[in-house]
């Protein structure tokens, strides 16, 4: 008695439903990730320049783009992985921040900006010299 085999129709019929289903959820995973922010434009970097109403960031590949505050900015301080209100006074050139930002009439405007002081940097310990505990 010869053990049992799929036919090859079956075989194919069944690879053909597997790439099918895969290519699907495939395209639903893309297609989520790409609108993720519609609209939006998100940007980090670091402040440049500040006013009442603006603040230029310099990005990272260097460009210096200027984003507007508005009305509904909801703007936040990290600190110590923990996020707490803030206002637009309480940022300071030099301060990195994280940008989402909707663009209206030719400007950006920012939606939500998170910002941060850069960590000081450690002093260094010249050579020979223990630490001390």
């Known amino acids: 008695m010869?053990?049992?085999r799929a036919e090859p129709?079956?075989?194919?019929?069944?690879?053909?439903k597997l790439y099918l289903t895969s290519?699907?959820?495939m395209f639903v995973l893309v297609t989520g990730t790409v609108f993720a922010h519609g609209n939006k434009v998100h940007m980090s970097g670091t402040v440049e320049k500040i006013s009442?109403?603006?603040?230029v960031v310099k990005t990272g590949d260097g460009k210096s783009v200027e984003?507007?505050?508005?009305?509904?900015?909801?703007?936040l301080s990290r600190s110590n992985n923990e996020d707490k209100p803030a206002k637009a006074g309480d940022i300071a050139v030099g301060?990195?921040?994280?940008?989402?930002a909707t663009s209206r009439n030719n400007a950006l405007e920012a939606d939500e900006i998170k910002f941060s002081v850069p960590a000081?940097?450690?002093p260094a310990?010249?050579?020979?010299v223990k630490p001390k505990p």
């Not at 129709?9 to 053909?16: D, G, H, I, S």
């Open 67 to 75: 984003v507007k505050f508005g009305a509904s900015t909801l703007i």
């Open 52 to 55: 009442a109403d603006s603040m």
């Open 125 to 128: 310990v010249p050579a020979g």
């Open 120 to 122: 000081a940097p450690k």
């Open 9 to 16: 129709a079956f075989q194919r019929e069944n690879l053909m």
């Open 23 to 25: 290519l699907a959820l």
């Open 95 to 100: 301060n990195l921040v994280v940008i989402h």
């Open 2 to 4: 010869k053990p049992w």
